[in-house]
């Protein structure tokens, strides 16, 4: 049920007749995280984008994936658009290991389950003044205990599928405010709204709505 070329989540057959579409999405969160401060990245660590499409669609069963994500970067600019001298380099890779699981339970009208995504990262990060650092860790956990999944309705007349995943990710993954780290060192609490409306035969149109809250890192990195 999620991006992951990083996948996060694709519902994939379970069983001879049951179908998930893998519910979790989070993948760029543990690459982002490794290198904030001296990278300087800003983006959120939340799922932006490789949503599979027909993404709201699943039902229930089991599923475990294995995802690889491969992030390079070669040129930083700052604020106003000028190059930046560093860092140089930033290569990560990411393979994130999810499993999901959805019951015949019904809550509030929906199939209830829940999952989770365990990312292990490897960055390396050449700051042209100093040596290249490298890390290798298991990065912050992803986990949904709430993950509600309606049964087909209508929209308009067409079929329309929806999800809701109340989740959070934990901050397991390894840090230190003087090293290059791959943990955030901060709690994130990320519930999401799936759809997917099936408006013709040829195409639909699939999204998320997304509410994230980060608490307060208390080490931060010392650059920063």
């Not at 600019?77 to 393979?95: L, N």
Request: charged share 20%; with cysteine; net charge neutral.
């Amino acid at each position: 049920m999620t991006d992951m070329k990083n996948a996060p989540c694709a519902f994939r057959r379970a069983t001879d007749h049951n179908r998930m579409r893998a519910p979790g999405a989070m993948a760029l969160g543990a690459i982002i995280a490794a290198a904030p401060a001296a990278a300087q990245t800003s983006l959120p660590a939340v799922n932006l984008g490789d949503s599979t499409f027909q993404d709201g669609v699943a039902g229930p069963g089991r599923m475990v994936q294995v995802s690889v994500s491969r992030q390079s970067a070669d040129r930083f600019r700052d604020e106003f658009g000028d190059v930046q001298t560093a860092p140089r380099r930033v290569r990560s890779t990411a393979i994130l290991v999810q499993a999901s699981w959805l019951s015949e339970r019904r809550v509030l009208g929906a199939w209830w389950g829940a999952e989770v995504i365990l990312p292990v990262v490897h960055v390396d990060l050449d700051l042209g003044s100093s040596p290249s650092q490298s890390a290798l860790a298991a990065g912050d956990l992803f986990v949904s205990p709430i993950l509600l999944q309606w049964p087909q309705t209508t929209l308009l007349g067409r079929p329309y599928w929806q999800r809701l995943n109340i989740n959070a990710t934990l901050p397991t993954g390894d840090y230190g405010s003087n090293r290059l780290s791959v943990g955030a060192n901060a709690w994130r609490f990320n519930p999401h709204y799936a759809f997917t409306w099936e408006a013709h035969d040829d195409w639909e149109l699939s999204g998320r709505l997304h509410y994230l809250w980060t608490s307060r890192n208390d080490e931060p990195p010392a650059s920063a």
